[in-house]
């Protein structure tokens, strides 16, 4: 290999200046003339003009030289197209050092290679493909196949055998006369066949001839034929098969996240396009690294979130636009490196409000990326039934993807959580979760600890910019998700209301999203979509409920969404009805304290189990009705069972994660945990410390200010 010279441009020498021509003087004419070696032209010119002097050229100056010092005057330099090392001249006109020189070279030739780039008399490694009586069959590569004539023999060979072949002659149509070569010491070269390398985008216009692609294995899959391989560089998306034989793995080396180097012919099926692949390594070093670089850098400018207004003015979603564009944006980027999404989220109306908005605002972008069946392979969607991320659901999580990764050649998924996710009781799953480098984005208003931030990308939550649950899960996602995809704005537009009433927020921003849809919805309309969500979702269990959901959100025939929620409605007051009647007469009463009215049920012995309402909604509607009784004095209704309590409250002014955490310094043994928002929450404990840590629970609560 040679390299100009970058000091001197090539030319060896630099110029310090000019002379005058020692030969003409500076006259630029010639002294003397052989007239005999003057031609007609050349005569006639002289008589003319006179001779011009050759040292110069007439000019009468020359050019004052220093010889380049990086070069020794060579104007270029050699590398060893082996070790690298630079030499001072080509040795027996091959481009190899002294030193490589020595050694014999043998030729490794990558499967893209044809008959052009062999030459008779190197040598090459092959394969022992098969025996016959008059000779050996060796494959040079999976295209180039020769014969080790009997003849040329001079051992025994056998199939699968590698062995060093010199080419003697290459005969009509192709036939190769190999001769097997037995060497001590020897320099491996691979060869490969000089490819235009072309990016994703340019596929189009390259169909029927051999290229190269280079970018990052995305997803490996293997289908009963060929295996499909997936590859994206910085402008798109490149599908190449490999076909080994019938199911079986091709490059069983090449995994998902690799950097590769890819060649074969672009062939057009449909209105897709494919390469056949003939060749496929992955990359390292420099080469790597610089791939790499330049597909990030041209994935994080595509990713770039869309730049809205609010729906509604608010100073806490002004605050928060910093770390919802960064949302936003790694959801953006997950979507076009192919990352697999799987969103989390709590199973009530705040949650499903959320995760639909962002459901909607995704699949057109996945489907766009990978195909109309990208849905399939690079979404999931999983309600949570207690507000945070339970084992039960890692777990679960973390076996699906490991499949997903084994069955389709998948990376890890990018988890989005919904509605939970802030809290101390996350962080158990979330460990589980790194240690597969699963990545997590939280978007919730729950009470936030500082601690889940360690296992997150990022994190939204209104109490950060001192907002509170007020601002429901289901606004917050619903402006993300118009950051990811502005397209779906008009679609998912009135979920922020229904979210706002299923979760029952006072917040202003409520307000102002109730009215921005009231042209379309009346408050009762929404207030029926939370209830017919929460139902569904009682029955739905781990269930995702799609179609139905999207019926109930009126996603799609506007009379179904009528005709579903009516029913839906109808059926969950019926049997919340039910449970009032039966709960309320054993509500027991007294009065705390600091003037709040404390409200207690047993909702394990005095409630219907295992149906609609949970303990948690029973809870809650005993604490509705509470509070018309006493309207305008400050109510806390306690719903508790074996081994847990479900709290309620308004107008007192609680810290329920706060008092959660003194429980569980204070009553030694109980085992309690817990949390949600200040005001409105849960907790656990063991069975046996129910009376201590009640009791505990109540003197907290009637110690705090009331409004």
């Known amino acids: 290999m040679s390299e100009k010279c970058v000091e001197c441009n090539g030319k060896g020498y630099s110029v310090t200046g000019t002379a005058k021509c020692p030969e003409?003087?500076?006259?630029?004419?010639?002294?003397?003339?052989?007239?005999?070696?003057?031609?007609?032209?050349?005569?006639?010119?002289?008589?003319?003009?006179?001779?011009?002097?050759?040292?110069?050229?007439?000019?009468?100056?020359?050019?004052?030289?220093?010889?380049?010092?990086?070069?020794?005057?060579?104007?270029?330099?050699?590398?060893?197209?082996?070790?690298?090392?630079?030499?001072?001249?080509?040795?027996?006109?091959?481009?190899?050092?002294?030193?490589?020189?020595?050694?014999?070279?043998?030729?490794?030739?990558?499967?893209?290679?044809?008959?052009?780039?062999?030459?008779?008399?190197?040598?090459?490694?092959?394969?022992?493909?098969?025996?016959?009586?008059?000779?050996?069959?060796?494959?040079?590569?999976?295209?180039l196949r020769g014969l080790i004539h009997s003849s040329n023999m001079n051992g025994s060979l056998e199939v699968g055998e590698a062995v060093i072949v010199s080419l003697k002659e290459i005969k009509p149509r192709g036939k190769m006369d190999l001769v097997p070569r037995k060497l001590k010491e020897y320099q491996t070269i691979e060869l490969e066949k000089k490819l235009p390398v072309i990016l994703a985008s340019e596929m189009p216009q390259m169909v029927g001839k051999k290229v190269k692609v280079q970018g990052e294995v995305i997803q490996v899959k293997q289908t009963a034929g060929p295996t499909i391989f997936t590859i994206a560089d910085e402008t798109g998306q490149v599908s190449g098969a490999a076909f080994e034989s019938a199911g079986e793995r091709a490059y069983p080396e090449i995994e998902a996240d690799m950097i590769v180097a890819a060649t074969g012919e672009i062939t057009a099926r449909g209105d897709s396009f494919q390469l056949e692949i003939q060749s496929l390594k992955k990359l390292s070093g420099p080469q790597e690294s610089e791939i790499l670089q330049r597909i990030e850098a041209a994935i994080d400018k595509r990713a770039e979130p869309y730049e809205i207004e609010f729906m509604v003015e608010s100073e806490v979603l002004e605050n928060l636009r910093p770390i919802m564009k960064k949302a936003a944006k790694e959801i953006r980027k997950a979507i076009i490196k192919s990352t697999p999404i799987l969103l989390r989220h709590h199973a009530d109306a705040d949650g499903m409000t959320a995760a639909m908005s962002i459901e909607k605002a995704i699949i057109p972008l996945i489907k766009e990326v990978n195909g109309a069946d990208g849905e399939y392979y690079f979404y999931k969607r999983a309600p949570s039934k207690a507000p945070f991320y339970e084992m039960t659901d890692v777990v679960r999580d973390i076996g699906f993807a490991l499949e997903d990764v084994a069955r389709h050649g998948q990376k890890m998924p990018l988890i989005i959580s919904v509605d939970?996710?802030?809290?101390?009781?996350?962080?158990?799953?979330?460990?589980?979760?790194?240690?597969?480098?699963?990545?997590?984005?939280?978007?919730?208003?729950?009470?936030?600890?500082?601690?889940?931030?360690?296992?997150?990308?990022?994190?939204?939550?209104?109490?950060?910019?001192?907002?509170?649950?007020?601002?429901?899960?289901?606004?917050?996602?619903?402006?993300?998700?118009?950051?990811?995809?502005?397209?779906?704005?008009?679609?998912?537009?009135?979920?922020?209301?229904?979210?706002?009433?299923?979760?029952?927020?006072?917040?202003?921003?409520?307000?102002?999203?109730?009215?921005?849809?009231?042209?379309?919805?009346?408050?009762?309309?929404?207030?029926?979509?939370?209830?017919?969500?929460?139902?569904?979702?009682?029955?739905?269990?781990?269930?995702?409920?799609?179609?139905?959901?999207?019926?109930?959100?009126?996603?799609?025939?506007?009379?179904?969404?009528?005709?579903?929620?009516?029913?839906?409605?109808?059926?969950?007051?019926?049997?919340?009805?039910?449970?009032?009647?039966?709960?309320?007469?054993?509500?027991?009463?007294?009065?705390?304290?600091?003037?709040?009215?404390?409200?207690?049920?047993?909702?394990?012995?005095?409630?219907?189990?295992?149906?609609?309402?949970?303990?948690?909604k029973t809870s809650g509607e005993v604490h509705d009705k509470l509070c018309k009784k006493y309207e305008g004095k400050p109510i806390v209704t306690i719903g508790y069972g074996p081994d847990f309590a479900v709290i309620r409250s308004k107008g007192v002014l609680m810290n329920i994660p706060q008092m959660v955490r003194e429980l569980y310094e204070e009553v030694q043994g109980g085992g309690v945990n817990g949390g949600g928002h200040l005001v409105v929450g849960s907790i656990k404990f063991v069975q046996g410390m129910r009376t201590e840590v009640l009791s505990k629970l109540v003197e907290k609560i009637g110690s705090v200010g009331v409004e």
């Open 24 to 143: 003409c003087k500076g006259t630029g004419k010639s002294k003397s003339v052989d007239f005999m070696k003057l031609s007609e032209k050349d005569m006639a010119n002289f008589l003319k003009n006179g001779s011009s002097c050759s040292n110069c050229g007439g000019t009468g100056e020359i050019e004052e030289r220093d010889k380049c010092v990086a070069c020794s005057g060579k104007g270029i330099f050699y590398k060893c197209k082996v070790c690298g090392t630079e030499m001072d001249r080509l040795y027996d006109g091959d481009e190899v050092c002294q030193s490589c020189a020595k050694k014999q070279i043998v030729y490794k030739l990558d499967n893209s290679c044809t008959l052009d780039e062999l030459e008779v008399g190197k040598m090459y490694h092959a394969t022992v493909r098969n025996i016959a009586d008059f000779g050996v069959f060796v494959d040079l590569n999976s295209n």
């Open 420 to 616: 939970n996710g802030s809290s101390n009781e996350n962080v158990a799953a979330m460990k589980q979760a790194k240690v597969y480098g699963i990545q997590m984005i939280v978007m919730d208003h729950h009470h936030p600890d500082d601690v889940v931030d360690e296992y997150l990308l990022t994190h939204v939550n209104p109490a950060h910019v001192g907002g509170d649950f007020g601002m429901t899960a289901g606004m917050l996602c619903t402006e993300v998700a118009r950051m990811i995809n502005v397209n779906v704005e008009n679609e998912i537009k009135h979920l922020p209301a229904v979210a706002a009433l299923g979760d029952r927020s006072e917040a202003e921003e409520a307000r102002r999203y109730i009215e921005l849809v009231s042209d379309k919805y009346t408050e009762q309309n929404l207030r029926d979509m939370a209830l017919a969500l929460d139902f569904a979702a009682y029955w739905l269990k781990f269930n995702t409920g799609k179609g139905i959901v999207d019926d109930i959100l009126d996603f799609g025939d506007h009379t179904i969404h009528k005709n579903l929620v009516t029913v839906l409605c109808e059926q969950a007051n019926e049997m919340i009805a039910e449970q009032m009647d039966v709960c309320m007469a054993h509500v027991k009463s007294q009065d705390l304290p600091n003037g709040a009215i404390l409200n207690v049920l047993d909702v394990e012995n005095h409630a219907h189990t295992f149906t609609f309402p949970p303990p948690g």
